[in-house]
């Protein structure tokens, strides 16, 4: 189970910090292990998920990467960037693809530590990116706090 409350995230496993999301994003519930939040305005979600523990398997951050943009009919892959969070490798995805028949945009953030793998997806129709800096700047506030041992 995942919880969320101003920038704090806590797992099954640990806790990690994030940059605190402005107002316009509402938390959600859902059935999943995650947290989700909605932008109606700029009809975006951002969701964030870790996984601890055995869900750390040899995988490379591409694998991982991949796992999550299935089901996007028509993905295309504009940008894919390795970029260092928190002293560790992290890549980062941009594609354009189609859910249900409707065009998306969609950016992922895929981090390995500690025996976790942490997940940060922002989708959004491709006419309205205006939030698209929200995403970034809360996963920019990625600190982890505790957890499983350190690797």
Same mark, same amino acid.
């Given at each position: 189970m995942l919880d969320y409350h101003q920038g704090r995230v806590k797992t099954e496993g640990g806790s990690f =910090?994030?940059?605190? =999301?402005?107002?316009?994003?509402?938390?959600?519930? @859902?059935?999943?292990?995650?947290?989700?939040?909605?932008?109606?305005?700029?009809?975006?979600? @951002? &969701? @964030?998920?870790a996984w601890c523990r055995r869900a750390t398997d040899d995988s490379s951050l591409l694998v991982q990467t991949n796992q999550l943009?299935?089901? @996007?009919?028509?993905?295309?892959? &504009?940008?894919?960037?390795?970029?260092? =969070?928190?002293?560790?490798a992290t890549l980062i995805t941009e594609a354009y693809g189609f859910i249900d028949g409707r065009k998306i945009f969609i950016t992922t953030t895929v981090l390995k530590m500690n025996a976790c793998v942490f997940d940060f997806i922002y989708v959004s129709v491709p006419e309205k990116l205006q939030s698209h800096d929200d995403y970034q700047q809360m996963v920019n506030g990625f600190k982890y706090i505790k957890g499983p041992k350190l690797l």
């Open positions: =910090l994030v940059s605190p =999301l402005p107002p316009v994003w509402q938390q959600q519930k @859902i059935d999943y292990r995650a947290v989700l939040f909605t932008n109606a305005a700029d009809q975006a979600t @951002i &969701t @964030i998920d943009l299935q089901g @996007i009919q028509n993905l295309h892959v &504009t940008q894919q960037t390795k970029a260092m =969070l928190a002293k560790r």
